[in-house]
């Protein structure tokens, strides 16, 4: 049996490891699959070792009903019709323990808590309803959704349903008359997507797929807000998203609007048919005028549900519902006539992750996992780049102030992303145009579609070609088909803009003139760029990618690559009576500031502020921070989570103490002090489900560090395996 030295070390080793497969081709992937099995192998021997020497002592837990399910799967953000969000964790659970407001026939449930059920179930309308769902269970509408009113039903700890009533007894009527055995292997099929093993699910004889609400509320008013008619609560952007759900790559594929994006074209009719058809009688008599004509309110909606399901960005969706200036117009126009192009990129680049998850499952038999893979990049930037472009144009009239002068203006302060403004440009210059900017727009999707299809097709080939291409390529073959459509007159991407942002970055980064000489660094005597980040000006030494080196007090030279940018902010003094050092992330409106108290890796004593600024999360801040340092770096004493509202007034005075300090003679007494009050705490292992296998590990240390015990940390890395280690 292991001791929690080696236990611990082991379950390291297994999360980083689950890192490097991820970004290995087949050849390289077998030896770290081979270690990785082995630690399994291992890490079992030694829990039934465990279980064993406890048998006798710890005495089994009943079968209450409730636990007799699978282990809780991925975590699930949902929101209620009126914006309140909830967190939610997945389940999947024998139907006979699901606890239903009513009966098949419409009669109340004796056992349910009367107070959270607040409609009528008994009402011809209700059971009809039902009825009508269990006739025909589609199973996407029936599990991941974004809101409580949609998706698979939300139950208490107890699993009463607290929101999809009405869902649940349709599947129970649809079980009971032999109709559900689709929605039975959809469960099954797409188990790991929730984080579940599917021969664990198929061995359910009435599988059925919950979200565990986690968030503490008042269980009266959430199941009331959950259960309001949608169509009554919902904005026009919450409809939107509601909408895109019932679009299935079938619906997508009639898609066919005229080349300008007309919605109503004749060749588009069998797409609103299909649309109507999914929205349902009752609610789509209100979209045809008199005469049985669609309406302005279908063509909105039809219009604001493509945009989600290709473009997944709730800005874009606001724009095309708000938009009214008609060159405005125009660019959605031409977004929605390009809309199925980047909806199958989103299917293919969703397909792509699955390929490589499942690659890795099915050789090591092992891991499920979600992150994301490097490969995806492309579509991801492209996408991005597009959406930004679109708002720097809507920025500019917003503003009235011509785009170029705009990007000047962010170029002055920021460093701008120059596929967007170049994307930007174009836009502009084809504003009047929907045809010409769709033109473009598919043959950016369709470019990128075939590389995602050329990478899928090389995961399994042990010699196929590595090379891929990069938004720059692909921006020049949309070039190359303007041109050859509209001839040599037609405006283009300024790849100029792109390329030389990018030779001026590489020639800063990488050039060796540009690295100061360590008396240089002593002195502060070498050339520095400056910029605006958020409300904060900021001294960059080491942009990212740079390498950044000196020497130790005990004479050891020490060199990293920075994976972000790293210099001071401007007008401050830190403990050691220089600017206060930052590390700055991708995000500069960010709402929080991370203060990492950094401390001397040997005497624990602290050393000075290391500043995370533009990061989304404590887990962003920590992973960059460790990442900007060599492996099994011990300086970090504890990080502080602060408002940017009172960072401000926190760098306004000299910084000589830990954030953390509390009037202990040091900084290493004060965190001890800090660290003993977390041990009573506790840890709560669900609370880490969320993370990479990659953030698990930097967070292990950073808990070993805070004074946790091997104990209380082991547990969270056994919980975290367990649901993604078969």
Known sequence: MLNLMEKMALQRRLLELIELIKGTNVIERMPLMTEALEIINKLKASMTANTQAQAQEVEPEPDDGANASLKAGNTAIVFTPKGFEVKTVYRIVELSKVIPSHTTDGKVNAIYSEELQPRDRERKTSLAQVDKIAGSLNPKRLTSSDLTSHGSPIVGEDLMVESGNGRTLAITKAYRSGKASEYRQYLVDNARKWGFNPLQVDSLDMPVLVRVRKTAVDREQFARESNVSDLQSMSATEQAFADSEMIDDNTMALFSPS???????????????????????????????????????????????????????????????????????????????????????????????????????????????????????????????????????RESKQKGVPLDELLSQNDMFSEGDPASEALAMFIQANNRSAKRMAFAFKALAESINKELINQGSAIGDL????????????????????????????????????????????????????????????????????????????????????????????????????????????????????????????????????????????????????????????????????????????????????????????????????????????????????????????????????????????????????????????????????????
């Not at 039809?302 to 200036?325: G, P, Q, T």
């Not at 038999?365 to 780049?385: G, P």
């Not at 992973?623 to 960072?647: C, E, H, S, V």
């Open 259 to 393: 080349d300008s994006g007309d919605l109503f074209s004749r060749d588009n009719k069998p797409f609103i048919d299909a649309f109507v058809s999914k929205i349902g009688l009752e609610q789509s008599a209100s979209l045809f005028d008199s005469n049985g004509n669609p309406n302005r309110q279908l063509r909105e909606r039809m219009k604001s549900a493509i945009f989600v399901k290709a473009y997944k960005n709730k800005s874009l969706v606001e724009l095309a519902i708000e938009a009214d200036d008609p060159e405005i117009t125009n660019i959605i126009n031409a977004l929605g006539a390009s809309a199925p192009a980047f909806a199958e990129m989103s299917a293919i680049n969703g397909e792509l992750h699955k390929q490589l998850s499942d690659g890795i499952s099915d050789s090591l038999d092992a891991f499920s996992y979600t992150a994301k893979d490097e490969r995806s990049n492309l579509a991801e930037q492209a996408m991005s780049a597009l959406v930004r472009a679109t708002e720097l144009v």
């Open 463 to 726: 010699f196929g070609d590595t090379q891929e291409l990069t938004l720059v390529d692909v921006l020049t073959q949309v070039n190359k088909d303007v041109i050859a459509q509209y001839g040599n007159d037609a405006s283009q991407i300024e790849l100029d803009r792109i390329n030389l942002q990018a030779n001026a970055s590489a020639q800063s980064e990488q050039s060796d003139q540009d690295q100061p000489t360590q008396g240089q660094k002593q002195v502060g005597n070498y050339k520095k760029g400056r910029v605006k980040f958020g409300d904060f000006d900021v001294t960059i030494e080491n942009p990212i990618g740079s390498t950044r080196s000196g020497v130790s007090e005990s004479g050891v030279e020490w060199s990293i690559k920075l994976k972000n940018h790293y210099g001071d902010l401007q007008k401050t003094k830190g403990a050691d009576g220089d600017p206060i050092d930052v590390f700055l992330g991708d995000n500069p409106n960010a709402e929080f500031a991370y203060i990492v108290d950094q401390v001397d890796s040997d005497s624990r004593k602290f050393d000075e502020h290391k500043i995370m600024l533009g990061f989304d999360g404590e887990s962003d801040a920590k992973r960059a921070y460790f990442g900007n340092y060599d492996q099994g770096w011990q300086g970090l004493g504890a990080i502080t989570k602060m408002p940017i509202a009172k960072f401000k007034e926190w760098i306004k005075s000299s910084q000589k103490q830990p954030v953390s300090y509390s009037g202990g003679e040091s900084a290493q007494d004060d965190t001890e002090q800090a660290n003993k009050s977390k041990v009573r705490s506790g840890l709560n292992p669900e609370d880490y489900e969320g993370m990479t296998s990659d953030d698990l590990k930097v967070e292990s240390f950073t808990l070993e560090q805070q004074g946790y015990s091997l104990g209380e940390i082991s547990e969270v890395m056994d919980h975290w395996l367990s649901k993604n280690v078969a």
